[in-house]
């Protein structure tokens, strides 16, 4: 299809960009990447009166070690994440989930910030940057302000970003030594949206769980924070498995807390899956990735 008719505007500054995104108001849409947006203006499904191009703005590209956190600009592209040694060395986490966005097409085209501002509960990002209490960083004609990870995804593709605000990039804290991470995700196809996906980072300590974290992928209108499974896994020392790969012995107290993952949720029901099978789901996964993280 053919998108409604728009304004396109490509403003040479991060000042001009908030000045025209301000004066626009909630008319204006903003294109980074366009890998998330250019399918809904195909459709309809967003008919801005202005698009507003931050895609060539300098200074939103770039991946930095900040001492006690890693910035990653709102314009970094999902492949130059997921190679940053930066990345892959302080917040590995971030890494894993990027490596699963799309396919390699997509991954070089869309952007890190521009996945996470579209606030889709179905992507990869937004259930890592809740397990990993990431801080947005936006500004707008008025100055800057931080959001917190718990705060910024408020509904359905809806972000805490204001009208004339711009996502600068994210702050992703380091969590240090002793701490494991996997993300795992079931999909239908190496392209398509998750049906369930786990952000899973764990902190062992003489073998047994001292501390979760555990984000969850298309289980709400939002990324979900799993609270009841973080707080089923504390203490828990996961049983060995056996020759055949399962845990030894009649339980496996892993198993047991991970059957905590879907409490709390609203997964939706949709062609590719009803809620019943997404908290089916959301426990198996849960298990499988925080088992990998905590190896």
């Not at 504390?234 to 845990?247: E, F």
Request: with cysteine; hydrophobic share 45%; net charge neutral.
């Amino acid at each position: 299809m053919i998108p409604a008719a728009f304004d396109y505007i490509r403003p040479a500054s991060l000042d001009e960009a908030c000045h025209v995104l301000d004066d626009a108001g909630e008319e204006a849409k903003v294109l980074a990447g366009g890998q998330s947006l250019l399918p809904l203006l195909r459709l309809r499904l967003a008919y801005p009166a202005a698009l507003v191009d931050l895609g060539r703005l300098p200074g939103l590209r770039r991946v930095e070690d900040r001492g006690d956190h890693v910035f990653i600009g709102a314009l970094t592209t999902h492949d130059e994440v997921l190679r940053s040694p930066v990345v892959r060395g302080h917040v590995p986490l971030v890494a894993l989930a990027a490596a699963t966005v799309a396919d390699p097409a997509v991954r070089h085209r869309g952007t890190f910030g521009g996945s996470l501002a579209h606030a889709d509960p179905a992507g990869d990002l937004p259930a890592v940057a809740l397990a990993l209490d990431c801080v947005f960083v936006a500004r707008s004609a008025g100055g800057e302000r931080e959001i917190p990870a718990a705060e910024f995804f408020v509904d359905y593709l809806e972000p805490a970003l204001r009208p004339g605000e711009v996502l600068l990039g994210v702050r992703v804290p380091k969590l240090g030594e002793g701490w494991g991470f996997h993300y795992e995700k079931f999909h239908r196809t190496a392209q398509a949206w998750a049906v369930v996906g786990v952000a899973a980072a764990v902190r062992t300590v003489g073998g047994s769980i001292e501390e979760a974290r555990i984000g969850l992928t298309n289980m709400g209108p939002t990324p979900v924070r799993a609270r009841a499974v973080e707080a089923a896994l504390r203490g828990v020392t996961p049983a060995r498995p056996n020759g055949n790969g399962a845990a030894g012995g009649s339980r496996d107290p892993l198993r047991d807390a991970c059957g905590e993952a879907a409490e709390g949720t609203a997964p939706p029901v949709d062609l590719h899956a009803r809620p019943d099978y997404r908290r089916h789901l959301a426990r198996v996964l849960t298990y499988r990735a925080v088992r990998a993280a905590g190896a």
